[in-house]
């Protein structure tokens, strides 16, 4: 498993055409985030070598003492590997931590007791949940970092590499470009699920250091991570009196975690920032961000 920290984060600008005027001044570029920060950027046509197996004297050491962030779908299908609910796997398996730096809730993956704090899903044989590794793991050596938010400016990711010099994987022959790699690690499909997700954390609406009010945390929390007590409040209460959700989609909702986690991220955008992505019935009460 990999080391991977990632900073959640609009745009041009048009002016009228003056005669003899001054040539515009280049945009300010982003700040890079810490994680980028001494890391080799990788750029569209950047390539860089890896392999990891079995037979690399390394293998599995990069599963241990690591900070492993979790993103919604990690939690959700490693509770689903584990015959778990949601709110079982977060309380038994991660860490929330706590940084000046954060403005929102995060979680991480909690390491084993042991003095050598292995992960707790890595056997002799490697990862024992493979196929739903999170995507940090999935990604490395590659690593992601968003800007934080602008107005006007679609956050666009930036990716760089782990140079780690413990990993023997860096001398493989198989050469990759970042495009080739998430393609080969299944990330695209996980990512398309959460891109509502990328769209709460990098909200304008956080642009001069604004913090979310311990309810509005909460409400982040469990639509995020915590989907079965998400589900509990969709299906258990008067949520749909009050709002409008159609017939088939409110079947998807009730069958597929995919699918309501989907539509969380659309109610997180109504009920935290007060955009109009949830149809509110008429006369009903309700409250907005």
Not at 7 to 15: N, S
Not at 53 to 80: G, K, Q
Not at 159 to 183: H, I, M, Q
């Amino acid at each position: 498993m990999k080391k991977k920290k990632t900073a959640p984060g609009r745009g041009k600008a048009v002016g009228k055409a003056r005669a003899a005027r001054r040539p515009a001044a280049p945009a300010k570029a982003h700040p890079l985030p810490d994680a980028l920060r001494g890391r080799k950027v990788l750029g569209k046509g950047d390539g860089f070598r890896f392999g990891c197996h079995s037979r690399l004297s390394c293998f599995t050491s990069c599963c241990a003492d690591v900070n492993i962030l979790l993103t919604p779908v990690d939690v959700l299908r490693l509770s689903r590997r584990l015959g778990i609910k949601t709110g079982e796997f977060i309380a038994r398996h991660t860490l929330t931590p706590v940084t000046k730096d954060l403005h929102l809730p995060v979680l991480m993956l909690r390491m084993g007791d042991a003095p050598d704090k292995r992960c707790p899903f890595v056997g002799a044989a490697g990862c024992t949940v493979y196929e739903d590794r999170p995507w940090s793991c999935r990604m490395y050596p590659v690593g992601m970092g968003i800007p934080p938010a602008r107005a006007g400016e679609d956050p666009r990711p930036v990716y760089f590499l782990f140079e780690d010099g413990f990993c023997k994987g860096r001398a493989e022959r198989a050469e990759w470009s970042v495009e080739r790699w998430r393609a080969d690690q299944g990330v695209a499909a996980r990512e398309d699920i959460e891109s509502g997700y990328r769209e709460v954390v990098s909200h304008p609406w956080f642009i001069g250091g604004r913090q979310f009010d311990p309810k509005r945390m909460e409400m982040f929390h469990m639509a995020c991570y915590d989907l079965d007590k998400f589900r509990e409040l969709v299906f258990g209460s008067s949520f749909f009196a009050r709002f409008e959700v159609d017939d088939p989609l409110k079947a998807a909702m009730e069958k597929d975690d995919d699918a309501l986690l989907r539509f969380g991220f659309r109610w997180l955008k109504f009920a935290l920032f007060g955009e109009p992505t949830i149809k509110v019935r008429a006369g009903a009460r309700v409250t907005q961000g």
